[in-house]
């Protein structure tokens, strides 16, 4: 066994599990076991999906949308992500900027493979999503942590960004709102780091907003609405979050054209297009109203508020 074990490659050797997924099977095994467990890994609604993306799907499934998809998704699906970038983030993009994945993650991991060469560096604002570096190092980057603190709301500032520059560096990942600590990067601020990021054209950046529909105080902007920078700017999203689609497992991204060509070529090797019926249930969510979606995040607020009172008893 051990001779079978050394024929594995030194790339997963190397790759750490992913921590949120371990922690949520850990908290199933001790909920199987009969223990009262509150989880605290995984980015995850415990809503239903709402009725009327199921009623989509079901949908779906009566038309026999059961054939292979485009690599980059289902022409209606790219459409209403296309209106809902204009909607909800005032971007504007052709259908050939539009890729959709199996997840965010997926894309995410698209974006990484095809910009990174090994040892191009990575700047990850801390704290940052857990998968970041490892997804990085699986491209063979170098993820480079910068710290923040609670005085900048653990938020990255201009002056932190300029300092953690190297001629090495290639990339900028961050999330607004940010997964874990919940801070959200204001206009000012994210123009801000866009004026320094204008003074490194080589850089690329990954703006993770996932979480743009689960706000408690303050506003989601999107760092691509700089115009000056936008070429240079990665929006990833999905459904998952925003509208308690975890399982349904897509995600999509609004990128350069060059850039979504080069995730074409890699997903059309890796995992080919998403799945049929959760295209056209995420058509469905995409194209609502994203207000559908604040009774969820009104309870999330709740429960915000109620843990704050808690914690502030102690």
Request: net charge negative.
């Amino acid at each position: 066994m051990d001779t079978l074990t050394n024929q594995l490659s030194d790339r997963i050797n190397n790759l750490a599990a992913s921590a949120t997924l371990a922690m949520a099977a850990k908290a199933r095994e001790l909920r199987a076991e009969g223990k009262d467990i509150i989880g605290l890994s995984l980015g995850e609604p415990d809503f239903n999906t709402p009725d009327f993306i199921k009623d989509a799907a079901i949908q779906a499934v009566n038309d026999n949308y059961n054939s292979y998809t485009p690599v980059d998704g289902y022409v209606e699906l790219k459409d209403a992500i296309i209106t809902k970038f204009k909607r909800d983030n005032n971007l504007t993009y052709d259908r050939s900027q539009i890729v959709v994945s199996t997840g965010a993650k997926q894309s995410l991991y698209n974006v990484a493979q095809v910009c990174l060469n090994p040892g191009d560096e990575v700047l990850l604002p801390c704290p940052y999503w857990v998968s970041y570096s490892d997804i990085v190092k699986l491209a063979e980057g170098v993820p480079v942590e910068v710290e923040t603190s609670l005085d900048t709301d653990f938020k990255m500032t201009p002056e932190q960004l300029e300092a953690a520059i190297t001629p090495k560096t290639k990339m900028l990942w961050y999330s607004s709102p940010c997964n874990p600590s919940g801070s959200i990067y204001s206009e000012a601020e994210l123009r801000a780091l866009a004026d320094v990021l204008q003074k490194h054209p080589q850089i690329v950046v990954v703006s993770d907003e996932i979480y743009e529909h689960i706000i408690y105080e303050g506003k989601h902007v999107s760092i691509a609405e700089f115009g000056f920078i936008k070429e240079r700017v990665i929006t990833v999203n999905g459904v998952s979050k925003g509208f308690a689609m975890t399982g349904w497992r897509i995600g999509y991204i609004g990128a350069p054209e060059w850039i979504a060509k080069a995730c074409i070529k890699i997903q059309g090797q890796f995992t080919s297009g998403a799945s049929t019926i959760s295209q056209k249930a995420a058509e469905a969510a995409i194209k609502q109203d994203p207000k559908s979606t604040e009774e969820m995040c009104q309870i999330f607020r709740k429960r915000r508020d109620l843990l704050l009172d808690l914690l502030k008893m102690i």
